[in-house]
């Protein structure tokens, strides 16, 4: 197995713990990042469901943007109503480019004097680059690297993080607060990659160890390693950049039309309208779907999706087995004319066709707080 | 009954010329939380290193190769609903099919217990 440390990996302010809490290092995104623990994949995941998970997702990218006319300016590259967002609000959004495909998938809080965002940790040099390209107008771009980010995820999560902060309990689904946790201080969101209730908490490097052996001291709350998060993102139907969503797609055959309010559809003025409000206004030649195998056997990325005639009308971007659901899962691109729930299809799997159907995501509910 | 190990981390049981084959209780732990387990049809005939079974965990698929050539007899259906076998008891209830040998000089190219675990040691260094 490969030493992660051989390798001249990065290393998130929690290496450490994640070596003494026993996990498995990986190479992911040029950083040495634990996929499991030893509870396991599956362990981990159906602990965060049932009580509390803790994730380092220190990988990440944070940056700050100021200037007056940051709002604006990042309108240019991203297809979301920023404007009509709210201080102490957070918003999914995508970076678009001139074709109208994804260049990364980000979170946009209004934190008041500035705007922060939370990109790919495998787009993040790209995104960085991208922005410094076009944000004009006096807007500067603040990268944060010396802070931390972990999520706490899960039913209990906002019971145990409230025992450190207790405005956290009020806090509603994506929204953000500046506020000390046991002393240190934070930017915590209220949202997460699981479908759970559950917090993203950016703490700086110095301090992230301390936060996270406090979390972890909880009965509640499990060490989580980023094999559980892909299961449990897969079964909230959310998107992975570079597999679900990536330049091949736009917004609209992504299934992600609800981040294109009435304004911007209107206006337009961000990178690539032309051909994403085309899509939107005239649909789009494929969709991105829920695909649930009949059988047993999981379908993985890059398994051809056939209809009942034999024909490849699409590919699965990303399949696995879902602890939750019990059963294998995926999601991935169809022929928009097969992309209606209940549609049978057949997945080739190791050279043998295998029934599937097409379904509404997501596998496993949300559970997010609205207050 | 002689075990034999493979280098791909299988175990074979011998009764005669026909192998009970499953993976180790090291390659089971490596694999985490077995969710699917692909066995071959009875009657399938394999050659050594070819394509015999798939294991599945949560995060990926697995082959599983023939360590001998052969003849599949019998494949364990206790997998099908309770693919966790692997886990519990790799080397007992966990097996995943019987093949009947065709060579069974190739057995000479197989480890034994002992030479498993110092195998397995090394790949821990």
């Known amino acids: ?371 | 009954m002689a075990k034999k190990f493979s280098k791909e981390h299988e175990w074979l049981e011998i009764n005669g010329d026909v192998a009970t084959v499953g993976i180790t209780d090291h390659a089971q732990q490596a694999l985490g939380d077995i969710v699917y387990v692909e066995l071959p049809e009875v009657g399938k005939k394999l050659a050594k290193d070819g394509d015999a079974a798939v294991v599945e965990s949560v995060k990926a698929a697995s082959d599983v190769y023939a360590p001998v050539d052969g003849e599949i007899v019998e494949a364990n259906e206790e997998l099908d609903a309770n693919p966790a076998l692997v886990n519990e008891s790799p080397e007992n209830d966990g097996w995943f099919f019987k093949i009947k040998m065709s060579d069974a000089s190739q057995l000479d190219d197989l480890m034994d217990e002992a030479g498993y675990k110092a195998f397995v040691e090394g790949l821990e260094d």
């Open chain 1, 1 to 371: 197995m490969a030493d992660p440390q051989a390798e001249n990996l990065y290393k998130t302010a929690l290496y450490d713990l994640h070596v003494e809490l026993g996990a498995k290092l990986v190479p992911f995104a040029g950083y040495a990042m634990p996929v499991q623990y030893p509870l396991g994949v599956k362990g981990e995941h159906l602990h965060t469901r049932a009580k509390a998970g803790l994730f380092d997702v220190s990988h990440m990218g944070q940056v700050r943007l100021v200037g007056e006319n940051r709002v604006a300016e990042l309108e240019k590259l991203v297809p979301g109503d920023i404007a009509v967002l709210k201080p102490g609000r957070t918003r999914y959004s995508a970076f678009t480019n001139d074709d109208g495909t994804i260049l990364d998938d980000l979170m946009i809080t209004n934190a008041g004097d500035s705007l922060f965002l939370v990109i790919n940790a495998g787009c993040k040099d790209d995104d960085i680059v991208h922005m410094r390209a076009n944000l004009d107008n006096g807007v500067e771009l603040q990268e944060l690297s010396d802070r931390a980010l972990m999520a706490l995820q899960g039913p209990e999560a906002a019971n145990v993080l409230a025992r450190f902060a207790p405005d956290v309990a009020s806090l509603k689904f994506m929204s953000f607060v500046e506020i000390d946790i046991a002393g240190i201080p934070c930017f915590v969101t209220r949202s997460g990659y699981t479908g759970e209730d559950g917090f993203e908490i950016s703490v700086p490097d110095t301090e992230a160890e301390k936060l996270a052996r406090l979390l972890l001291a909880e009965d509640e709350v499990e060490a989580i390693g980023l094999g559980a998060r892909d299961s449990l993102r897969l079964e909230a139907g959310l998107c992975l950049y570079g597999n679900d969503i990536d330049t091949t797609t736009t917004p609209v055959e992504g299934d992600l039309n609800w981040i294109i309010n009435k304004r911007r559809r209107e206006e337009g003025g961000f990178l690539g309208a032309d051909i994403i409000l085309d899509q939107l206004a005239n649909g789009a030649d494929r969709k991105r779907v829920g695909i649930k195998p009949e059988g047993k056997a999981p379908a993985r990325e890059h398994t051809m999706v056939l209809n009942k005639d034999g024909y490849d009308i699409g590919e699965i971007t990303s399949g696995g087995f879902g602890p939750t659901v019990d059963a294998p899962i995926a999601m991935g691109y169809v022929a928009i004319e097969f992309a209606e729930p209940g549609t049978k299809v057949d997945l080739m799997v190791r050279g043998k066709a295998r029934p599937a159907e097409i379904v509404a995501l997501p596998f496993a509910p949300h559970r997010y707080f609205r207050g």
